[in-house]
């Protein structure tokens, strides 16, 4: 992981196909095996779902797909080639363009929303959490999954330490209470900035908005993911994701938005 350099901006439309053909229709063991299932399970009893940074939809389908009859799910994503072919995939979903930061659906409109894997790319942390606040009717339940701050810290990483008898392996700690921003190159050609925070940053933020986490989850890695490489055995205690299930107390003010008509 290396410095970004400034001015760089990160296209989710080019990474588009890259996103679709590597971590979806089960190409990935991690969502297959956990991420999937983790949504479905902690979405459940959800009626009204506001799955925001969607991609393609894939979490939304299984949402729907799980979910009773009368489960309404909304896909929202930046990006027009995901929310094309999200459109394309179908899957008993509704699929809309927007912003995080300016949700184009009116005050209260969901019970759930789930945001997954998408604040570590988001500059705008205060605003979007204001938005989802602003969505989610009294006591609805917002569901974060994120890249475990501990891994994101620009800096940290495995240390094989031959100076030691015998060698130890071990994971490197980098400045964790820094907020910082980087570039990782994840694929040929594929770069992808992440923005790292401490954990406090993301509870303060949610708190700060009426939304009070009632669950925490650092699950070990799945089975499917350990078993790509020998050299992930050593990483089978330690959390790639950290969920955070979360609920708007009744009592919240709501957020200082204009409230948008649904699309």
């Known amino acids: 992981m290396t410095t970004a350099s400034e001015g760089f901006q990160d296209s989710w439309e080019d990474h588009a196909r890259w996103w679709q053909d590597e971590f979806t229709e089960g190409a990935d063991a991690e969502y297959v095996e956990q991420i999937v299932p983790l949504c479905v399970e902690h ?18 389908r299984a949402l ?15 990006a027009s080639a995901q929310v094309t072919e999200a459109a394309r995939r179908g899957g008993g979903i509704r699929v809309v363009q927007g912003s995080a930061s300016a949700l ?6 969901f019970d759930a929303v789930l945001v997954c894997l998408v604040l570590e790319h ?5 605003g979007t959490v204001a938005e989802v606040a602003r969505v989610l009717e009294d006591s609805g339940r917002l569901v974060l999954l994120l890249n475990h701050p501990l891994l994101q810290t620009p800096g940290s990483g495995w240390i094989d330490d031959h100076v030691l008898d015998p060698p130890e392996q071990y994971w490197r700690l980098g400045d964790y209470l820094i907020e910082a921003e980087s570039v990782e190159e994840v694929s040929a ?15 303060n933020a949610l ?5 009070f986490v009632r669950r925490m989850l650092e699950p070990a890695p799945p089975p499917g993911f350990l078993a790509r490489s020998e050299s992930y055995a050593a990483a089978r205690h330690i959390p790639r994701l ?6 708007r107390e009744a009592s919240a003010a709501p957020a200082a938005a204009t409230p948008l008509s649904c699309a």
């Open 43 to 60: 979405l459940s009893g959800a009626n009204r779902i506001l799955d925001l940074g969607a991609g393609e939809g894939q979490i939304s």
């Open 104 to 109: 184009p659906f009116a005050q209260g409109s």
């Open 64 to 78: 729907r797909r799980h979910g009773p009859a009368s489960t309404e799910v909304v896909a929202l994503d930046p």
């Open 122 to 126: 988001v500059d705008d942390l205060d």
């Open 207 to 211: 708190a700060g908005r009426g939304l």
């Open 242 to 247: 950290l969920l955070l299930v979360a609920t």
């Open 189 to 203: 050609g594929v770069r992808v900035r992440f923005l790292h925070r401490p954990l406090h940053r993301y509870v």
